[in-house]
């Protein structure tokens, strides 16, 4: 699901590629900085309480589906089976979301953010109520532009992990060979 050169790759399939690439080092970040706000404005550091924080916005966003179940639903449609099924459950639904979807679920992460940090100091709860309106108003928003729900993005072309995307993102190449045969 990942390749491995990107001459192996048309022009169009290394753009995608790369700009994915971009989106999930820009998810990873975003994902940092959602989890410090949280930290900062609640005080709490207890990592099973940011998990139920950050799938709050989540379940909001994808209709009530928690985290794992969107990255169960994920590796059904990319038809992943095996060692590449479990590295997908390791690394989450980002790893399986095209460049589209993870913008909007950036967008969700960095609205929260700047929500908690107006609001300032606050309870755990109010920091979920937080980002659960912050889902919803995301979840509105792609049907508003796109005519579906979250739900409804295709599975990216690549499984990219967290690992995968680390340093800078890979040159696009003139060389592509195409097939022979």
């Not at 995301?138 to 990216?156: L, N, W």
């Not at 800078?168 to 190449?173: A, F, K, N, V, Y």
């Amino acid at each position: 699901m990942k390749p491995t050169v990107m001459a192996d790759l048309s022009p169009e399939e290394q753009q995608n590629y790369r700009t994915q690439w971009i989106a999930r080092q820009e998810f990873i970040r975003t994902f940092k900085e959602l989890c410090q706000a949280f930290q900062e404005v609640t005080g709490c550091t207890r990592k099973d309480i940011i998990k139920n924080f950050i799938a709050s916005g989540h379940n909001n966003q994808y209709d009530d589906e928690n985290p794992m179940d969107t990255t169960e639903r994920k590796i059904k449609q990319a038809h992943l089976k095996g060692k590449m099924a479990n590295k997908a459950r390791r690394s989450g639904a980002e790893s399986l979301m095209n460049a589209e979807e993870l913008t909007w679920v950036i967008a969700r992460m960095d609205l929260c953010v700047k929500r908690l940090r107006r609001q300032g100091k606050c309870t755990v709860t109010q920091a979920e109520f937080i980002h659960k309106r912050a889902g919803e108003f995301i979840r509105e928003q792609v049907f508003k532009q796109q005519g579906f729900f979250p739900e409804g993005f295709p599975v990216a072309q690549w499984l990219l992990t967290a690992e995968d995307v680390a340093g800078d993102p890979p040159p696009l190449t003139n060389d592509h060979q195409g097939r022979l045969w």
